[in-house]
């Protein structure tokens, strides 16, 4: 029966094909597809994992002393039987075998469908035994990880039945949805590798980070879709809706063909803007914009040169230091790969940001856990001052890469002065270590970004120190407003529009061309066509976005004329309702 379920648009186009369940187990798990001559290893790797797990628990049942409670013995008991049992054995080497996952993956995707099949018992002790089998399976991740666990759990006994009827034999060529009830920014980049056709998840506001992620891989998504991960089941077919910011499950045969027309208009429309990709980015009234692109991996680097970008405006340092349990990358690796980008650019310029975790981009989940307001707490500059040894690594990385090609350092969620000076003087400390080892660094502009009201309050102070800034407004938006940018329960209070966001980005704009100094906007507004006039209108001439919306905003430039813009957008900064009054 056909259904639909309401979200938050957040990345554009239709998308139709299987869900694929993601579950929100509490181990990283990295999702990625393998190679078919890598199916025996995979089965061999999982049933490795199962059997040193049921040789512990069967040595602890041997050294389980007599007055030990009979509730420990029972769980032992029931957790071995749950990982013997065929069900989920079967089930692990049909999702390797079929769909060519990867171990992991593969071992929760079973666990999501047993997991069902618990959910829908009548009897409520049976149905309650989930939880013994979510340990069971952890115990074999954490296992297959390498990282010991302990043994935590109410009794429980084990319900039967068969899920051969669950499997599926479809083939690798259907396009395929991933469905989950959160993804990382880091599970994201996983992502970013495979052949996923859309994204939904149940939580996310539309600036989080893993909005942005699925916005730069140019792929429909849908987030803060509530229970989509628990009403949308395997295999089931959807359609993703990335404009409306729907999900339409298991649709008829007339709304699949209404969407696939909708599907291959766009289409379309994408091919009509790639003619832009070698027109430069002039208004009608003459002003050069320059379009620069946002990336988050060296490689992005190609995909920025094929929209006809001008250089890269942000690199998201920070998903090179993600998802690696702890262990950061060194200094030789980071050198690498920011040298990856500058070549990638071939020649033009590259605004490198300096690693900004934290909020919601932990470095992996038992990061975030451990922080109570992470949006306030330790990140980004903060986490770099915090530690200046493993700043300097990154900094020394980056002046050295600036040997290969035009590097701008661009610093994070700098707020006070004392920070300012910390940071300098942390720079002046790696080049004096670099020509101590006798290297020589590249010269490299410095830059701050805008994303905290303090910053933007105080942006002479900051013209003083930097020879160019950057307006992060999805932070600054989160910060102004008090608004969880990831939390889709106050999305709607997320507003770009309102009139103190707009002062802010207007005057920190302002005083720069008042001081002879660049700027540029490298938030999501900046790659949102709606606001493409209003940011001309307010002087702003550097934008950077994520590649897949620089044409599109190339084609806004191309039709506004700054002249009419400028009167205009005095007016909408003086409205109550500047939404309002522009839809007039
Ligand atoms: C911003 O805050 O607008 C920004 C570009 O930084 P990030 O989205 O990575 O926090
Ligand atoms: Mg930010």
């Known amino acids: 029966m056909t259904f639909s379920i309401s979200g938050l648009a957040v990345s554009r186009g239709i998308a139709i094909g299987r869900a694929v ?35 512990e628990l069967q040595r602890l049942q041997d050294e389980l002393s007599p007055d030990a409670p009979q509730e420990l013995a029972a769980l032992l008991d029931v957790h071995l039987m749950l990982l013997q049992d065929d069900t989920l054995t ?34 409520q002790y049976l149905r309650e035994r989930k939880a013994d089998l979510e340990q069971v ?21 084990l319900p039967r039945k068969t899920q051969q009827d669950l499997l599926l034999d479809d083939t690798m ?73 729907v999900v339409i499950v298991d649709p008829s045969a007339i709304i699949l063909a ?74 030789e690796e980071q050198y690498r790969a920011y040298c990856e980008a500058v070549e990638g650019m071939q020649g033009l310029p590259v605004t490198i940001r300096t690693v900004d975790v934290g909020a919601d981009k932990p470095l992996d989940k038992s990061h975030k856990e451990s922080h109570l307001s992470p949006a306030l707490g330790l990140r980004a500059i903060r986490w770099s001052l915090d530690d200046p040894a493993m700043f300097r690594v990154q900094l020394r990385a980056l002046l050295r890469a600036a040997m290969h090609g035009p590097v701008s350092v661009l610093f994070p969620m700098l707020a006070h002065t ?30 701050a970004m805008i994303e905290v009201p303090a910053a933007a309050l105080m942006v002479r102070t900051f013209l003083r120190y930097f020879d160019f800034l950057s307006i992060g407004t999805n932070d600054l938006i989160q910060y102004t407003l008090a608004i969880d940018r990831a939390d889709e329960a106050v999305s709607h209070l997320y507003d770009p529009l309102h009139p103190a966001v707009l002062r802010l980005v207007a005057d920190v704009i302002a005083q720069c061309h008042a001081h002879g100094k660049s700027v540029s906007v490298c938030g999501e507004t900046a790659g949102d066509v709606e606001m493409t006039r209003l940011l001309l209108g307010l002087g702003l001439r550097s934008f950077s976005m994520h590649p897949a ?27 109550d309702d500047p939404a309002a009054f522009m839809a007039l």
């Open 21 to 55: 369940l993601v579950g929100s187990i509490r181990v990283d798990v990295a999702h990625y597809f393998i190679e078919p001559e890598q199916i025996e290893s995979e089965i061999d790797r999982v049933r490795r994992g199962r059997n040193a797990v049921v040789e």
């Open 90 to 123: 079967t089930g692990i080497k049909h999702w390797i075998t079929e769909r060519l996952y990867n171990a992991e993956w593969a071992l929760t995707t079973q666990l999501e469908v047993i997991s069902r099949q618990f959910d829908e018992m009548e009897d």
């Open 137 to 157: 399976v952890e115990r074999i991740l954490r296992y297959m990880k390498g990282v010991a666990c302990p043994v935590v759990s109410p009794p429980s006994s």
């Open 173 to 245: 060529d259907v396009p395929l949805v991933l469905v989950a009830h959160d993804l990382s920014p880091a599970d994201m980049l996983q992502f970013k590798k495979s052949v996923f056709a859309g994204f939904v998840t149940d939580v996310g506001g539309k600036t989080s980070h893993t909005a942005i992620v699925a916005r730069s891989m140019d792929i429909p998504a849908v987030v803060g879709a509530r229970v989509s991960s628990q009403l949308v089941r395997q295999d089931d077919w959807v359609i993703v809706d990335g404009d409306a910011g």
């Open 258 to 331: 209404e969407y696939g027309y909708r599907q291959r208009q766009m289409e379309l429309e994408r091919e009509r803007l790639t003619r832009l990709r070698h027109t430069p980015a002039i208004t009608l009234d003459g002003h050069r914009i320059e379009l620069l692109a946002n990336i988050e991996q060296p490689s992005d680097a190609a995909a920025a040169v094929r929209v006809g970008a001008v250089g890269v405006g942000l690199f998201r340092t920070e998903f090179l230091f993600m998802g690696r349990h702890g262990r950061l990358p060194d200094e």
């Open 418 to 447: 004392r920070e300012i000076h910390q940071t300098l003087a942390q720079v002046d400390l790696a080049r004096a270590e670099l020509q101590e080892r006798g290297q020589v660094c590249g010269p490299v502009r410095l830059g």
């Open 549 to 575: 919306q620089i044409l599109a905003v190339k084609q806004e430039i191309l039709r506004a004329d700054t002249r009419k813009l400028v009167p205009w957008a005095r007016q909408v900064l003086l409205a």
